[in-house]
Every structure is written in structure tokens, then in C-alpha cells.
T-cell receptor, first 115, second 113 residues
Framework: EAQVTQNPRYLITVTGKKLTVTCSQN?????MSWYRQDPGLGLRQIYY???????DKGDVPEGYKVSRKEKRNFPLILESPSPNQTSLYFC??????????????FGPGTRLTVL | AQSVAQPEDQVNVAEGNPLTVKCTYS??????LFWYVQYPNRGLQFLLK??????LVKGSYGFEAEFNKSQTSFHLKKPSALVSDSALYFC???????????FGKGTRLHILP
């Protein structure tokens, strides 16, 4: 089944404790992206990647890191989480970057609480 | 600056009535426009998109959207609402020159039985 998977789905942690949220897609998509969803603010893009070893900042990259060593994986790293990073996080992928734009496929979300 | 606006936080519609969820955009270059739906405790699902061509776009679950270049709008519509259409709807625009994705803040649609 074609899908985007995220782990963990739920995470409660404490300020300053490094964490990684994994994202994997099995559709051979070039483009991958991370978003956070907050009430009243909608979806905001954190980082995106157009291909392996190519990553770029979105609108709210502060406090986050990403890497794209393999095409299928795009982990989101919080080196020192803070309470303002409490949010619902979504990973997404789409087939291509250039040419006609393609819709994104979203993972199920990761609800992160930082105490 | 590029932006997407969904002017209504919430829309209430009686079951069986037509529904409209509004979206306006402001981007430079050719806009690629999308609608997504989010059901409770789920990720976003693609509904439909406008890239070029016919201004009326048909999508999943009986939804359609009308692209209006002069009004820079891309409103989502459905002729007859179902209770199961109740969800959070997001409009998004992909700017052609750098593929930056911009989402609206979302509109919560309530279909009343």
C-alpha cells in the first residue's frame, strides 16, 4: 500500500531532551516536507526537500533540523525541544518538483507535547 | 507577499444544501491551487487541484472548485452536502518559481443533519 508513515504517533517529552520523528514514504517520491499544525494558524511548513541531500527552510525552521540521506526517509530532529514546539506534525511527499505540480500525500501525524 | 486566505473559520450548512468554502490567494507567477480535507485524527487528504485549463475542477467525493483569475479565488463547492463532509478544509497554493507551498488556516465545515 502506498503510504507515508510517521513514528511515533504520540510523544510526550521534556524540555531539552533531543528527539527524532521519523518519516518514510514507499512511493519513490522526490519531494518531502514537514509541517506543523497549530490551532488558528493552520499548516506551516518547517523544512522541505526536493531530492536526496537537498533540503531547504520553510516558514518556521527555527529549532528544527532535517536530513535527506535516502530518498524514502526524511527525519525531523529537535535538538533541544521547547514547550512552544508542542504541536501536531505532519510529513508529506509528492512525486516531482519540476513540471506540473503534484498533490502531496500526508502521513497520519505526530502529536508532540513538550513539558 | 504570497498568501492564501480562507476568510471563514467555520461554515455551517444543512444536509442536502449546497456548500461553498471560500479561498483567495495572492502569489506571483502562475498559481497551482489545491484543496485538502482533514478528518478528525487523520492526516490531510487531497481533494482536487487546478493547474491550468478549465476553470471548473472536479475532485473526490463530489467536490468541485472554481478558479477565478480576476478575483484570485478558488472556492470549493458541492451541490448537496452530506453529514460525512464535516471536516477541516485547507486551501493551498504552490508557487511555480520555487515550489513553495502555502496553506490557508483552514475552514471547519459542519453539516447539520
Amino acid at each position: 500500500e502506498a503510504q507515508v508513515t510517521q513514528n511515533p504517533r504520540y510523544l510526550i517529552t521534556v524540555t531539552g531532551k533531543k528527539l527524532t520523528v521519523t518519516c518514510s514514504q514507499n512511493m519513490n517520491h522526490e519531494y518531502m516536507s514537514w509541517y506543523r499544525q497549530d490551532p488558528g494558524l493552520g499548516l506551516r511548513q518547517i523544512y522541505y526537500s526536493m531530492n536526496v541531500e537537498v533540503t531547504d527552510k520553510g516558514d518556521v525552521p527555527e529549532g528544527y533540523k532535517v536530513s535527506r540521506k535516502e530518498k524514502r526517509n526524511f527525519p525531523l530532529i529537535l535538538e533541544s525541544p521547547s514547550p512552544n514546539q508542542t504541536s501536531l506534525y505532519f510529513c508529506a511527499s509528492s512525486p516531482r518538483v519540476s513540471g506540473p505540480s503534484n498533490e502531496q500525500f500526508f502521513g497520519p501525524g505526530t502529536r508532540l507535547t513538550v513539558l | 507577499a504570497q498568501s492564501v486566505a480562507q476568510p471563514e473559520d467555520q461554515v455551517n450548512v444543512a444536509e442536502g444544501n449546497p456548500l461553498t468554502v471560500k479561498c483567495t490567494y495572492s502569489v506571483s507567477g502562475n498559481p497551482y491551487l489545491f484543496w485538502y480535507v482533514q478528518y478528525p485524527n487523520r492526516g490531510l487528504q487531497f481533494l482536487l487541484k487546478y493547474i491550468t485549463g478549465d476553470n471548473l475542477v472536479k475532485g473526490s467525493y463530489g467536490f468541485e472548485a472554481e478558479f477565478n483569475k480576476s478575483q484570485t479565488s478558488f472556492h470549493l463547492k458541492k451541490p448537496s452536502a452530506l453529514v460525512s463532509d464535516s471536516a477541516l478544509y485547507f486551501c493551498a497554493v504552490r508557487r511555480e518559481r520555487d515550489d513553495k507551498i502555502i496553506f490557508g488556516k483552514g475552514t471547519r465545515l459542519h453539516i447539520l443533519p
